[in-house]
């Protein structure tokens, strides 16, 4: 079975680079599978985790990516992320904080904020959530 290459990069480091049999990552219109040999394509990535299958290893790398940009290639994937966390890395309890941040800013009609970044943060911090139930059930 033939492979692809796949990079996931952040603004601060190369977070995985290596072959992979498989990927799924959240897609701006919904989950992505990308096989070798998929056709080419670019689009934005929502919040949320990357899967790779690795050759070889029954444990697929998880990434969690906090969007970006997605472009495909007959063999090879890259992942461009705002930012990208190794799933042994993902924390909990700081995930849960800035959930409640999130929320609290958006209830507090009378601070004057930014409602586009405060709902951008609670998306975030709800998908890292999401991806850290889905590591833990594996």
Do not use: C, W
């Amino acid at each position: 079975m033939s492979t692809i290459h796949v990079d996931v990069v952040s603004a601060e480091a190369s977070i995985y680079d290596g072959p992979a049999d498989f990927v799924a990552l959240p897609g701006e219109s919904g989950e992505l599978g990308i096989f070798p040999g998929h056709t080419p394509l670019i689009t934005r990535i929502r919040p949320g985790a990357v899967r790779i299958k690795v050759p070889g290893q029954n444990e697929e790398e998880f990434v969690f990516v906090a969007g970006g940009i997605l472009e495909i290639q007959p063999n090879r994937v890259t992942v461009l992320a705002d930012t990208a966390i190794r799933g042994k890395d993902l924390d909990e309890a700081r995930a849960l904080e800035a959930k409640r941040q999130a929320e609290e800013a958006l209830s507090n009609r009378a601070a004057t904020l930014d409602y586009a970044k405060a709902q951008a943060e609670l998306a975030i911090a709800v998908a890292q959530i999401a991806a850290l139930r889905r590591l833990q059930r594996r």
